[in-house]
């Protein structure tokens, strides 16, 4: 349930709008290409990151046939000027929604939103629930701005009346400019920003208001469920700073959201399992990025799991945050 595709061409934004570092692709040999930031190298990636078909062979190798896709997140654009912005969105949603339309029984996309724009937002994850998408995949911030603004409020509330899921996935990560070297960013900056999306929802009382909206956090929830004894306390000792705006116990969340299982870590999964159950914790692989977990649940499939709990990873937890968009 967390994968990420990409177009195999990307218009020239940047010369179409007149400004930005939007994402480009220089392919440089057959089935390799330069992802490019502006004049920026970014990351060289293969034509597993574009090629519907490809995917599934490789994914057959470890015994999966469903993947759940959404876009890279550094394709988000969120520091656009907002109509722009949107014209990248419906770029992206349409081109998942043409790639996985010939491979229904092996495809589920997610879509991306135009979330520095609230009204736009909301219109274009309406346009997803008629591609036939189940959720949308967003930021763990929108430039800078924490998910518990006022402005974003609306757009879960829109994504609970629709019964779209979704997906919080880290990106331009907090300090990025004080750790650039040792990879830190990814390291360090993921796991502290998927927390920071966690307590911003929690603590501004999202999940009390929109107790239907259903939500998954990436790699495992980042740093939260570890460091849930410290948070917890914070919020006992100083609750004149933390529960300003939502008095229930930060523990007592844990279980009403969805995680994936990107631990890369046996007992760290046991402990992720403990905190928040297996029904909780659904299959994410991070492909085909080298920092996600490429053979695709062998570590699960080693830990002697019991047979309920790798049922809820491999297959039944994913499709209830998802809604069963396979009606199964």
């Known amino acids: 349930m ?147 603004e006022p402005e974003f409020y609306p757009i879960f509330e829109a994504c609970q009346d629709l019964g779209m899921a979704v997906f919080v996935h880290p990106w331009n990560m907090m300090g990025m400019d004080q750790m650039k070297k040792y990879w830190l960013p990814w390291l360090v900056g993921m796991p502290a920003e998927t927390s920071r999306a966690i307590c911003s929802m929690v603590f501004a009382g999202i999940f009390e208001k929109l107790p239907d909206l259903r939500v998954c956090f990436a790699h495992s929830g980042g740093s939260f469920i570890p460091t849930i004894g410290r948070i917890e306390h914070g919020f006992n000792c100083r609750p004149d700073l933390v529960a300003i705006d939502n008095d229930v116990n930060p523990r007592d969340y844990l279980g009403k959201f969805w995680v994936d299982c990107i631990t890369h870590d046996a007992d760290a999964l046991k402990c992720i399992i403990d905190k928040v159950g297996s029904e909780k914790v659904c299959l ?33 937890s994913s499709l209830d945050w998802l809604g069963n968009p396979l009606n199964l």
């Open 284 to 316: 994410g692989s991070d492909y085909p990025f080298p920092l996600g977990d490429l053979e695709i649940g062998k570590f699960i499939e080693d830990m002697n799991l019991p047979e309920k709990d790798r049922n809820n990873i491999f297959c039944h």
């Open 2 to 148: 967390h994968t990420h595709i990409m177009p195999r061409e990307m218009p020239d934004f940047a010369r179409k709008f007149g400004y930005g570092d939007f994402i480009m692709l220089n392919h440089v040999e057959p089935g390799m290409a330069n992802m490019m930031q502006g004049r920026r190298f970014f990351r060289k990636i293969t034509e597993n990151c574009w090629n519907p078909e490809m995917r599934i062979a490789e994914y057959e190798q470890f015994n999966t046939q469903v993947q759940v896709v959404c876009t890279i997140p550094v394709l988000f654009s969120y520091w656009a000027k907002p109509e722009d912005g949107a014209e990248v969105a419906r770029f992206l949603n349409d081109d998942i929604a043409k790639s996985i339309e010939p491979f229904k029984k092996n495809y589920v996309g997610l879509g991306t939103l135009p979330m520095q724009d609230t009204d736009l937002a909301i219109k274009e994850l309406q346009r997803c629930k008629e591609l036939g998408f189940p959720g949308v995949q967003i930021g763990s911030n929108i430039n800078d701005k924490n998910l518990d």
